[in-house]
T-cell receptor, first 116, second 114 residues
Framework: GAVVSQHPSRVICKSGTSVKIECRSL??????MFWYRQFPKQSLMLMAT?????????EQGVEKDKFLINHASLTLSTLTVTSAHPEDSSFYIC????????????FGQGTRLTVV | AQSVTQPDIHITVSEGASLELRCNYS??????LFWYVQSPGQGLQLLLK??????LVQGIKGFEAEFKRSQSSFNLRKPSVHWSDAAEYFC????????????FGTGTKLQVIP
């Protein structure tokens, strides 16, 4: 299957700082990428859907000013957690879908964010 | 709106025993269904998927799932569990239109005892 690379795999940051997570589709062009958040021992909750060249669509309850999503190219989407707080500590996973391919979306390996 | 229910939060089986993980979905049209496995601190690995055709789907690692429209179910099965199968299992349904969003169930944690 297609490969989605997520970076970094782990990051620790101080409260009040911002952290950027990258999601790259390595061998296909992804017009749509999805960002999920997973709390410990819970399921994946969709945060937002990003489309190349347009604004992201956020799910209800997700602060768009706090979780900035940019999908500037067909192979890269970024999630920036701004002014991070300890409650933002979580596991963030991205997935990418190729256009006109009736297949599953492909998932990155996730990023463990710890805010101290 | 689409939804997925995994009734069992935690299941314990003996190594070598058979396994069935339950999944029920709610979706207005023909669903696209998936089973994923997640090891601790890791991303998701696709076990199998159902889009159309044969309702019994074979996946990787000896897993299979059966789509039953009448029961709105997509249960995952394995005839003989290995210790390495211990992980979290997620059932998911994908929207057929729009951005094709994927909705996940709450997951079932599988413990395998010797």
């Amino acid at each position: 299957g297609a490969v989605v690379s997520q970076h970094p795999s782990r990051v620790i940051c101080k409260s009040g700082t911002s952290v950027k997570i990258e999601c790259r589709s390595l061998d296909f062009q992804a017009t749509t990428m999805f960002w999920y958040r997973q709390f410990p021992k819970q399921s994946l909750m969709l945060m937002a859907t990003s489309n190349e060249g347009s604004k992201a669509t956020y799910e209800q309850g997700v602060e768009k000013d706090k979780f900035l999503i940019n999908h500037a190219s067909l192979t890269l989407s970024t999630l920036t957690v701004t002014s991070a707080h300890p409650e933002d500590s979580s596991f963030y996973i991205c997935s990418a879908r190729a256009p006109m391919m009736n297949t599953e979306a492909f998932f990155g390996q996730g990023t463990r964010l710890t805010v101290v | 709106a689409q939804s997925v229910t995994q009734p069992d939060i935690h299941i314990t089986v003996s190594e070598g025993a058979s396994l069935e993980l339950r999944c029920n979905y709610s979706y207005g049209a023909t669903p696209y269904l998936f089973w994923y496995v997640q090891s601790p601190g890791q991303g998701l690995q696709l076990l199998l998927k159902y889009f159309s055709g044969d309702t019994l789907v074979q996946g990787i690692k000896g897993f299979e799932a059966e789509f039953k429209r009448s029961q709105s179910s997509f249960n995952l099965r394995k005839p003989s569990v290995h210790w390495s199968d211990a992980a979290e299992y997620f059932c998911a349904v994908r929207d057929s239109g729009g951005y094709q969003k994927v909705t996940f169930g709450t997951g079932t944690k599988l413990q395998v005892i010797p």
